[in-house]
């Protein structure tokens, strides 16, 4: 089945620790992208990457991190210096940033602090 | 100001009435209209896409946009209780490299 797959579901973090949070998509999509939503909130955009090797930061991108070495890949990595990382983030691609073709999302990690 | 619009709600609605969410943008050069519905705990799921001014329609849903007025909506007709969800709007524009802009959404309740 083609999607996007986020793993894991459900995080949790400890104080000074650094965490991954894996996206892949079998779509072949060019663009990806990660979002943050707290709750009764809109979708921020953290990070996208239009093409391997490159990713651009988003509104909210301090505190995070990314890499996009492979075209299905684009895992994001909330540091410790995100002093308020607890929300649902989700991952989404499109198959061109630059284009009228809309985002498809993940099911999304929710990231708590232990 | 905010710059995608939607009135959080909840907007309450019996079964079998016309649902109507609005949205507002500050773009006047955005291209790309989207509704994304989005079930409590899940992930948004895309339900329209408008590109040019007037209607759409898909089954249920119509989605309506006026450029002039910087203005797009999504009616549903005849409600179900599933359609009870957050409905997100979502807009491309011309500024930061093409990206989408969400709503903060409207949480929508049809009641049986």
């Known amino acids: 089945d083609g999607g996007i797959t986020q793993s894991p579901k459900y995080l949790f973090r400890k104080e000074g620790q650094n965490v991954t949070l894996s996206c892949e998509q079998n779509?072949?999509?060019?663009?990806m992208y990660w979002y943050r939503q707290d709750p009764g909130q809109g979708l921020r955009l953290i990070y996208y990457?239009?093409?391997?090797?490159?990713?651009q930061k988003g509104d909210i991108a301090e505190g995070y991190s990314v890499s996009r070495e492979k075209k299905e890949s684009f895992p994001l990595t909330v540091t410790s210096a995100q002093k308020n990382p607890t929300a649902f983030y989700l991952c989404?691609?499109?198959?061109?940033?630059?284009?009228?073709?809309?985002?498809?999302f993940g099911d999304g990690t929710r990231l708590s602090i232990l | 100001q905010k710059e995608v619009e939607q009135n959080s709600g909840p907007l309450s609605v019996p079964e079998g009435a016309i649902a109507s969410l609005n949205c507002t943008y500050s773009?006047?050069?955005?291209?790309?209209f989207f509704w994304y519905r989005q079930y409590s705990g899940k992930s948004p799921e895309l339900i329209m896409s408008?590109?040019?001014?007037g209607d759409k329609e898909d089954g249920r849903f119509t989605a309506q946009l006026n450029k002039a007025s910087q203005y797009v909506s999504l009616l549903i007709r005849d409600s179900q209780p599933s359609d009870s969800a957050t409905y997100l709007c979502?807009?491309?524009?011309?500024?930061?490299?093409?990206?989408?802009?969400f709503g903060g959404g409207t949480r929508l309740m049809v009641k049986p």
């Open positions: 779509l072949n999509h060019d663009a």
């Open positions: 990457s239009q093409i391997v090797n490159d990713f």
């Open positions: 989404a691609s499109s198959i061109l940033a630059n284009s009228n073709q809309p985002q498809h």
């Open positions: 773009d006047r050069g955005s291209q790309s």
């Open positions: 979502a807009v491309k524009g011309r500024s930061a490299g093409n990206m989408l802009t």
């Open positions: 408008i590109y040019s001014n």
